[in-house]
């Protein structure tokens, strides 16, 4: 019974470099969203989608890329990483964009240096 | 800015003690929901709130929804250490949003 499941779970980049944050969800759900968290500001969203084959931008979607690859998968790439990208990322999927529960993973604690 | 603000930031209290956080927005929500989020996990709905002047009990927690649907209140009766943790509230309309939560830590 996994739910969402995040990889990798932690992760240190130096400047300039790039990487992918995968997220897979096996409850059949249309909406999956992506998150970072600093402390004292909550969540803040960077990208969601809605349904597959749709992406949106959230609050804070500068420097970052999402690909809906499919139902199940939806990654988060940075291109080109900067030390104010330091932050927990959450992943999470919901059944559809109104009312119902989210669903989320345990985190990728990502550094950059 | 964020769109829900909450208050407040922190809270520290003892065992037994009652407390409440706030969730508050200038916009209108079909719904509002809180998360309840511990340390190294993810958030967790604890309800979701969707009728003006709605009062939805989970054992000691309590929670309201403003009558004109931009504001919520949770209400934690005799607080236990467990209920330690980051409070979340969040309005899915749509893209699911989240205020900056409050931190409660309950004294043994």
């Known amino acids: 019974n996994a739910g969402v499941t995040q990889t990798p779970k932690f992760q240190v980049l130096k400047t300039g470099q790039s990487m992918t944050l995968q997220c897979a969800q096996d409850m059949n759900h249309n909406s999956m969203y992506w998150y970072r968290q600093d402390p004292g500001m909550g969540l803040r969203l960077i990208y969601y989608s809605a349904s597959e084959g749709t992406t949106d931008k959230g609050e804070v979607p500068n420097g970052y890329n999402v690909s809906r690859l499919n139902k199940r998968e939806f990654s988060l790439r940075l291109e080109s990483a900067a030390p104010s990208q330091t932050s927990v990322y959450f992943c999470?999927?919901?059944?559809?964009?109104?009312?119902?529960?989210?669903?989320f993973g345990q985190g990728t604690r990502l550094t950059v240096v | 800015t964020q769109l829900l603000e909450q208050s407040p930031q922190f809270l520290s209290i003892q065992e037994g003690e009652n407390l409440t956080v706030y969730c508050n927005s200038s916009s209108v929500f079909s719904s509002l929901q809180w998360y309840r989020q511990e340390p190294g996990e993810g958030p967790v709905l604890l309800v979701t709130v969707v009728t003006g002047g709605e009062v939805k009990k989970l054992k000691r927690l309590t929670f309201q929804f403003g009558d004109a649907r931009k504001d919520s209140s949770l209400h934690i009766t005799a607080a236990q250490p467990g209920d330690t943790g980051l409070y979340l509230c969040?309005?899915?309309?749509?893209?699911?949003?989240f205020g900056a939560g409050t931190t409660v830590t309950v004294r043994a």
């Open positions: 999470a999927s919901s059944r559809g964009p109104q009312k119902t529960e989210a669903f």
């Open positions: 969040a309005a899915n309309d749509y893209k699911l949003s």
